[in-house]
């Protein structure tokens, strides 16, 4: 499920506030807060062609209560609304999902202060107005529906939204790292307005794999996201100070063969060959300098004592000949 939703207010129980004790620093008045209950999110297959396993749904519950519901996913501490309390993981009986799972909810309960900032919130969620919710969070791995694979790792090269045969490839999420935050939203119909997913790997590349299945299997336009933008951006400057190194070492490596060209082939023009060695690749000049290094090892080895000269002359003890 892309898109959560608050389901209602309701009459908090005895239980509830106790809950929301655990995060008040002062007793605060029951009538003086706002309850009410929200989905969060489910482990049906969504936009992006991903969905959380059960498992996940389970770990994200204990993850996700005391989070900030915030307003349109602004990290203003102004746009701060709501907390969830408590969470669960519900199964909705005779539902499947679109793989043909039984169909999973992540559902929450949480709170705000009724004062004046809050007021029309309030009487907008009464009146169905505002009703949708996205949740943002970390999760630690993406298994290919098809192949069983890390989706993130180049043993998988399935492209999550295609069809192969029969089967559609998509990621199944689990591994649950972290929970950030979730929010009201105002257009739930975007892509952005979902739910929100990164992986907490370490850098290495590996998630610049999906972002290149995405590129590579483009017939038109294609649109990046602020994440995708940004992961490239970084791969991008990695790749450009590895690049730097690598030059830095190549030029290195040509001053050493120029070196030993010198020292082993001194009749040899050293402009003309330090000329072709620059258009070498590394592997090539790398190939070059081990030739030289041991044609001089070779030299520089000792002959055994009693290694052979050549042909035994023959002089002298011609008394002994008959």
């Not at 936009?47 to 915030?70: C, N, P, Y």
Request: net charge neutral; aromatic share 8%; with cysteine.
């Amino acid at each position: 499920m892309k898109d959560g939703y608050i389901e209602k207010g309701y009459s908090p129980s005895h239980e509830d506030f106790e809950k929301i004790k655990q995060f008040t620093r002062k007793d605060i008045a029951e009538e003086e807060l706002y309850v009410f209950s929200l989905t969060l999110c489910s482990n049906d297959i969504d936009r992006d062609f991903e969905k959380f396993s059960v498992q996940a749904l389970g770990e994200l519950a204990g993850l996700f209560i005391g989070k900030t519901g915030i307003r349109d996913h602004s990290m203003k501490s102004a746009d701060q609304t709501a907390r969830i309390f408590d969470t669960w993981v519900e199964k909705i009986p005779g539902r499947k999902t679109a793989d043909g799972e039984d169909y999973y909810l992540l559902r929450a309960k949480a709170y705000m202060v009724r004062n004046d900032d809050n007021k029309s919130l309030i009487t907008d969620i009464d009146a169905g107005i505002k009703k949708e919710v996205s949740v943002s969070c970390s999760m630690g791995s993406s298994v290919c529906s098809v192949c069983k694979k890390d989706m993130k790792s180049a043993q998988c090269s399935h492209i999550k939204g295609r069809k192969y045969g029969a089967r559609l490839c998509y990621g199944i999420l689990g591994d649950a790292a972290d929970a950030y935050e979730w929010s009201f939203v105002a257009v739930p119909a975007q892509r952005e307005a979902g739910v929100t997913k990164s992986f907490n790997t370490e850098r290495s590349g590996q998630s610049m794999i999906q972002i290149t299945k995405k590129l590579s299997s483009a017939t038109g336009e294609i649109t990046l996201s602020e994440s995708e933008a940004r992961e490239i951006c970084s791969y991008i400057q990695e790749k450009e100070g590895l690049a730097e190194l690598g030059e830095e070492y190549k030029k290195s490596l040509v001053k050493q063969l120029v070196s030993l060209c010198a020292r082993e082939i001194p009749q040899m023009d050293l402009k003309v060959f330090e000329g072709v060695a620059r258009v070498m690749t590394a592997k090539e000049l790398l190939s070059f300098r081990d030739g030289f290094e041991k044609k001089q090892a070779a030299a520089k080895m000792p002959s055994p004592q009693l290694s052979k000269t050549g042909k035994k002359t023959e002089e002298g003890f011609n008394e002994f000949k008959i």
